[in-house]
């Protein structure tokens, strides 16, 4: 995977909606193992080419997917895209789910409180985006496709406030 696409990428609202639709989350899954076109996208999720490139092109257009190739085979022009990142980040709920107040059938949550040196920090993001992202394509093929919807978010917080930082710095100059 490209060092682009290891780390979460920052959305906007507009972007965050896109992501709201199962059938485009299960497109991004598949485009991060290989650039496939709108066809071989359907074939995998078991969709029609119609409706998997009506959403390929929302995803293109809002910047979450890449044009990354195109082929002239016999009069038809194939184009392959490939996803712009497994994970993403956003200041706005991606998932309005996520939200405590909604009454979801089902939720469960992990919690921990961890102490870790800056490199920890970094190594168990990727670990955690790695996890995700397994997930993710496996969940896009289609064997899922009558599968109860879940969604995920993981965050990991610093106890210390940003105030602290800020008064440090102060007190330096």
């Known amino acids: 995977m ?13 972007q965050s909606k896109l992501l709201g639709n199962t059938l485009r989350v299960k497109i991004i899954g598949v485009l991060l193992e290989k650039p496939k076109t709108a066809k071989q996208v359907a074939t995998q999720i078991g969709e029609t080419p119609g409706n998997v490139h009506y959403h390929i092109q929302k995803l293109h257009k809002g910047k979450l997917i890449d044009l990354v190739e195109e082929k002239r085979v016999g009069g038809v022009i194939e184009k392959y895209y490939e996803a ?3 994970s ?17 059938s089902f939720k469960s949550s ?30 896009s093929s289609a064997d899922y496709i ?17 105030t602290e930082d800020i008064k440090k710095n102060n007190i330096k100059k």
């Open 146 to 162: 009558d599968q109860e919807e879940f969604v995920i978010d993981f965050t990991l917080v610093s106890r210390k406030e940003k």
């Open 84 to 86: 712009n990142a497994s």
């Open 2 to 14: 490209t060092e682009k696409r290891k780390k979460p990428l920052p959305i906007s609202v507009e």
């Open 88 to 104: 993403f980040e956003s200041n706005e709920p991606v998932y309005p789910e996520l939200s405590p107040n909604f009454p979801a």
């Open 110 to 139: 992990i919690n921990a409180a961890l102490q870790l040196k800056e490199n920890d920090k970094e190594q168990l993001l990727e670990e955690v985006s790695e996890l995700l992202k397994k997930w993710v394509i496996k969940s």
